[in-house]
């Protein structure tokens, strides 16, 4: 059999330009190598699109020499049937994974057990509440940055030329505090061609409860982010080195020893090679030296907080409310189908995030019927059957009680106030600073207490509350004396008063937020304090004092 060579050559130059744009594709698109993944459809078949017109050349060569009905063999048509192989995958894994023949799969996708809320989530008080939206951090940050800016250390003032901060403020347990964190990025290309051997300096860390902010200045600078080019580019870099993986969204995440990575969950499709997508672990990179290592959910650090993506978490529980009783119910009888509410939030406990939504039936709008919170690291989830208002009725309530300042209520977070879920709002003016905060309860959104800080407002809705009859308070006590010692300290940014009775064993703590008299009060005074009836460490928290009359 002769060799045509030109059409050798020709066909070889076709594959190897090919070959050049897949790999140019790949770096620039990053698709996983992965039948079940929908870039990669869309990716090959554009590959075998490009091959089939690098062919041309050779194909009009050989109509030439062997006629027009050459070109229709079947090496000729090669590319056109690679490329009809994958639509038909396609189309077959699509249709294998559809809801009205999978619904009960898709309703176990997410496994929800039922939770006690007075027991799961344990009681908060105002020194504890994590007031920061991703708004309000953001300010921090770039407040962080000004000053900067304004100090007279020259090394400070060039780190604010060449960094910026990035707007992600991913929300962390950092030593079981709950934190907003965010990376430092370069401030254009030409500041990264003369950064990129140091890397990014550090990275901003906020605490949620008293706003404290600093720039955390690491030894050895990251050099794997997202704002960095080329190679370093933590999507790059990760993609190159799992190409078969469904990688999520790469999120910061810091450990126990103040050492930066960066996390992204590994997905699988569980329903017909195209639906169902869940989390099977995680790609943990070090953004300072680029370790990198693959942990199944199970093995995953206890340190890391956003393995399991959080709009994941809500569409799998949204399955498992739609489909829990098949998939006709789910559109025509509706009988028991549930959904989550239109946005949701986080909570940290037991130095874990847990997403937070509430569950609404798809008959009503108004009211929850209960709420979800799903860990993301473990992929706990638990249902609190609590009805009450919806998220977007307490942002109204909230309002309501401050209509004549015109303050926009932030979407709310739940917390345990003396055993009652309790939804905790910051109210914001236009400018969207912070301004007064709020305090409705989810049972009875009218029960609504608002207050210039966070103690004010946690008093008002403790005595809000109190009123109520069918309220039980947490146990006080009364103790009555003259004061034999008071000592101050400061505690997370908050000034604390701690006095001792003559005649009682404990002492009584009660911080400045909560009565601003307290420096007024002196040893040998005569006061009244009623008090949590639970003593932790020798110390009782006071909820009132009084000066008593000499």
């Known amino acids: 059999m002769k060799i045509n060579a030109k059409r050798l050559r020709q066909e070889g130059l076709a594959l190897l330009c090919t070959l050049i744009v897949g790999f140019v594709g790949f770096y620039i698109f990053l698709p996983p190598i992965s039948l079940q993944s929908q870039q990669f459809y869309l990716f090959a078949g554009a590959l075998c699109a490009v091959w089939t017109v690098l062919r041309l050349p050779a194909a009009a060569s050989e109509r030439q020499g062997k006629g027009a009905r050459a070109s229709l063999t079947l090496y000729a048509l090669f590319p056109m049937l690679i490329a009809a192989v994958l639509g038909c995958l396609f189309l077959l894994f699509s249709l294998a994974s559809l809801t009205v023949f999978n619904a009960s799969r898709y309703s176990t996708l997410l496994q929800v057990e039922q939770g006690d809320f007075a027991q799961d989530i344990p009681q908060i008080t105002y020194e504890q509440i994590p007031m920061l939206d991703t708004q309000s951090a953001q300010r921090l940050g770039d407040r962080k940055m000004g000053e900067l800016a304004a100090a007279n250390n020259e090394e400070q003032k060039s780190l604010v030329s060449q960094f910026e901060v990035s707007g992600d403020y991913i929300q962390i347990n950092y030593k079981n505090r709950p934190t907003r964190v965010t990376q430092l990025e370069y401030a254009g290309f030409f500041k990264w061609l003369t950064n990129r051997k140091e890397g990014l300096p550090g990275y901003i860390m906020i605490d949620m409860v008293t706003q404290q902010t600093q720039l955390v200045r690491l030894e050895q600078g990251m050099k794997y982010s997202p704002s960095e080019y080329f190679g370093r580019n933590i999507y790059r870099y990760m993609r190159f080195r799992y190409p078969t993986m469904l990688l999520g969204q790469p999120s910061l995440e810091v450990d126990d020893e103040g050492i930066p990575y960066f996390v992204a969950p590994c997905l699988r499709k569980r329903i017909g090679m195209l639906g169902g997508a869940d989390v099977k672990g995680a790609v943990f990179v070090n953004a300072v030296t680029g370790e990198h290592r693959y942990y199944e959910l199970e093995e995953a650090p206890s340190w890391a907080d956003h393995i399991c993506p959080a709009d994941l978490l809500i569409q799998q529980y949204n399955y498992y409310g739609a489909y829990n009783d098949g998939f006709f119910n789910a559109y025509i009888g509706q009988r028991g189908v549930t959904r989550t509410t239109a946005d949701y939030n986080y909570i940290a406990m037991n130095d874990d995030v847990y997403v937070y939504t509430g569950v609404t039936s798809v008959n009503s709008d108004q009211s929850n019927i209960g709420f979800l919170l799903v860990n993301q690291r473990t992929k706990e989830a638990k249902f609190y059957p609590v009805s009450g208002a919806t998220e977007q009725s307490a942002q109204a309530s909230a309002q309501g009680a401050v209509e004549d300042l015109g303050y926009r209520a932030t979407f709310p977070i739940l917390l345990n106030i003396n055993n009652q879920p309790t939804y905790f709002m910051s109210l914001k003016d236009s400018s969207g600073l912070v301004k007064m905060y709020a305090m409705v309860n989810v049972a009875n959104y009218q029960?609504?207490?608002?207050?210039?800080?966070?103690?004010?407002?946690?008093?008002?809705?403790?005595?809000?509350?109190?009123?109520?009859?069918?309220?039980?308070?947490?146990?006080?006590?009364?103790a009555t004396g003259s004061v034999e010692e008071i000592r101050q300290a400061t505690v997370n940014g908050y000034t604390w008063y701690y006095f001792k009775i003559i005649g009682y064993p404990q002492y009584f703590a009660m911080s400045i937020e909560q009565d601003t008299s307290l420096p007024l009060i002196d040893v040998r005074d005569s006061i009244s304090v009623v008090y949590d009836s639970e003593i932790v460490d020798g110390v009782a928290k006071a909820l009132d004092v009084k000066r008593n009359a000499p």
């Open 447 to 478: 029960r609504v207490a608002v207050g210039g800080t966070v103690a004010e407002c946690e008093k008002k809705y403790t005595k809000t509350m109190q009123a109520d009859s069918g309220y039980v308070p947490q146990q006080t006590e009364e």
